[in-house]
């Protein structure tokens, strides 16, 4: 009885892969996974060559001819050049000091937003050269390298009162004895507060102790890709074997498996074997499982079942002293009055204050310029202007959706009539309308042109399904949810 009950399980698993993955294919699941590409080259902390600096700001080109006029396209742009792509930033040369201060001027918003749409990242930046700034470039020899992934450990982690619970959890189950019995442990916070660089610091300080440990990291959205991929190459055994053979299992972003049937199914049973076996489970979160609405309900009670821990925004000593650590690591002290600076005027997340530190070292190592306070507002400005209540850009809230639905962002915003795609951009039309300041006619140009009416058709027909449908509810706060950790 027992072998026909595991194997009746087995069928209606693999019936479940068959039916997403035929649901993904007829989906163009090529397009859906395409822009996670580019997340994960970013988030593995590597540096992309030349020849890629040279593909990504023809990309950009092509992004930014699509709202300026030829004629603003050949005058500021016919000229420049991509020279590198690193430490997060994209370095751009044109020879004409002119067009390099109507660059930096009018158009360096919208380079900014083009690099977001391409990486799904705010943290891109992009600095502008001319033959000067080129030249000091080249020369500089002593520029520091930037912390890389290798270098998320326990020892560059700021510990502050927003942040030591999670911490010494985390450390806890670092020592891989599992004394503590913090299994699985849950850490979440919002977005650019320390929750992957715990993760690394995890998995770091346990490659170290036990080198023999199979020590597995995965960020939810790859979880679901390469499940699709091994279900496509009928590699399903390897996938388990993989995943389901780790001592530590880590996974980054765990709210985004919620509403996705068949990758929940296989979590589940990944998490049952691991579980039974005794290995350390990890997970982080943009929020605690009683808020990713899509989860099922045997996920939801299994993470919570263990230890939750939360990661606050950082205070001002904290911010102070993650400033103070980050430009150490750069090989920079840097002026009390200009820590101070930075540390009032950036307060929401931890990545904020790291970039802003190393914005300013690069300037001064490029351009050769002491770091005051002066400095700090003039590179800085465009920064200081991000607070909490950033408002999300409509092609992050299309993304958003359209990942959620399992579309393309170009078929939320075409003219497709099935089903599920006309959902999804009504969905995307309710959001923007929402969270964004955007008149009704503005949202239809998003969306091919589409007439105010239609939009605020689509509008009504959200509120009115929100209002009647619990469920959808729900869709609509982890969508929301999955904005917002974007900023």
Known sequence: M??????????????????????????????IYKYSALENVMAKGLDFTMNSATDIWGKVLTLLSKDL?????????????????????????TPSVHNKAIIEGRFLSTLKSALGELFSSSDIEVVILDDDGLKAMNEATDIPDYLSIDEYTFKHFVVGNSNKFAHAAALAVSDGSHKHNYNPLFIYGESGLGKTHLLYAIRHAVE?????????????????????????????????????????????????????????????N???????????????????????YQLEDRLRTRFESGLIADIQPPDDVLRIAIIKNKAEQLGVVLPDDVTNYIAEKLYSNVRQLEGAVKMIIAYRDIMDDDITVETVKARLKDMFRVGRDLIPTNET?????AKYYMQTPEDVKGQSRV???????????????????????DIGGVFDGRDHSTVLTSVRKVEKKIREEENFSKIIRDITSNINSRK
């Open 270 to 292: 990944t998490f049952n074997t691991l579980y039974e076996l005794g290995k350390q489970i990890v997970f982080t979160s943009d929020r605690p499982p009683s808020e990713i």
């Open 208 to 268: 170290s102790k036990f080198p023999h440990y199979n020590v597995i990291y995965v960020k939810g959205d790859d979880f679901t890709n390469d499940l699709v991929s091994a279900i496509q190459q009928g590699k399903n055994v390897d996938f388990r074997e993989k995943y389901r053979g780790a001592d530590f299992f880590l996974m980054d972003d765990i709210q985004f498996i919620a509403g996705k049937r068949s990758t929940q199914e296989e979590y589940f």
């Open 419 to 441: 089903a599920d795609t006309a959902l999804a951009r009504q969905v995307a039309m309710y959001l923007i309308r929402k969270l964004t300041n955007l008149s009704l006619k």
């Open 397 to 401: 809230i299309i993304e958003e959706t």
């Open 69 to 93: 006029s030829e004629t603003a396209m050949t005058t500021w742009f016919d000229d420049c050049s991509a020279i590198d792509f690193t430490g997060n930033r994209l370095f751009i040369h």
């Open 2 to 31: 027992l072998y026909e009950l595991r194997a009746l399980e087995k069928v209606r698993s693999d019936f479940c892969y068959l039916t997403e993955f035929f649901l993904l294919f007829s989906r163009k699941i090529d397009k």
